[in-house]
């Protein structure tokens, strides 16, 4: 249970991004630019010891770190184009996508409660959410959602892949750079930030705290966790950010709301402990040096 609080307590992290980003109302691109180059850090530490012989895994980290890029920009279109509940809602098809894939591209074995959970919990979601918001195009707004969620299951699966050779804190900083080349590439100049001031530190702090660190931490559960049981537990994710939106931004939460809040924590508990019922019968894996 140990790496599946690691998965679960790094998807929480990312919920946490509203306390950064929304007070200091910088464009997303360039809330991205900070982020990232904050989850770069580690780099200068990490290069030496890198293990770039293996070929496999540094193609893997390579395409983590295209996907990421694509992903933050298709889902922050998505955002900004039209209603915020059909661009979280196709954003979070990704779990599913997971579940299906991971048996196919990892040769894992098929979790039939993560299959059970990813509609069920995509349903909690759609409570807590409630009815769109915002005007604009429905239909355009729900394909840039679902294309960040196609590149977000990348992320994950290459991140699997990846940390068979490179660490978890390899994984989190080595790609950022290759994500900031990526991200200038799409937004050009418009990411850099406007100056060194309290919102641009705020940012920063932001992705040091839930950019590097949450991913640091999902990244040490992921190698010891189910793909598609991961992909089920993201779903904090969102329902942190309606908890803080609640809690700290007066947002509305409804009854309803609370219920499918619910729906999501009960489904990933009743995914994790399939988890635990198999391990209790087999070896526990060493850990990679």
Known sequence: MRHFAMVAAGATLWGCWS????????TWSQNAFLALVAMSLPVPLLVRGAAWRDRRATLALVVVGLADAANISLFFAAMKHGPVSVAVLTHY???LGLALAAPWVL????SVRALVAAPVTLLGLALLIGRPEGTGDAG???ALG?????????????????????SPVAVASLHAPVSLVALLCIAGTGALP?????ATLQVFAGGAVCGLAG??????????????SAGALTYLEPLTASVVGWAVFSEALTPVGVGGGLLVLAAGVW?????????????TPAAAP
Not at 149 to 166: D, P, S, W
Not at 271 to 281: K, L, Q, Y
Request: overall charge positive; charged content about 15%.
């Open 215 to 228: 991913t640091c931490l999902f990244n040490a559960g992921l190698r010891h966790v189910p793909t598609a």
């Open 93 to 95: 098809l990704a779990p």
């Open 140 to 142: 355009l707004t729900a």
């Open 107 to 110: 040769g894992e074995r098929r």
């Open 19 to 26: 306390l950064f980003l929304r007070p200091a109302g910088l």
């Open 194 to 198: 406007p100056a060194l001031d309290g």
């Open 271 to 283: 995914v994790a402990s399939e988890r635990r019922a198999t391990a209790s019968a087999a070896p």
């Open 146 to 166: 679902s294309g960040s969620a196609l590149f977000f299951g990348i992320i994950v699966l290459g991140t699997k892949a990846a940390t068979r050779a490179y």
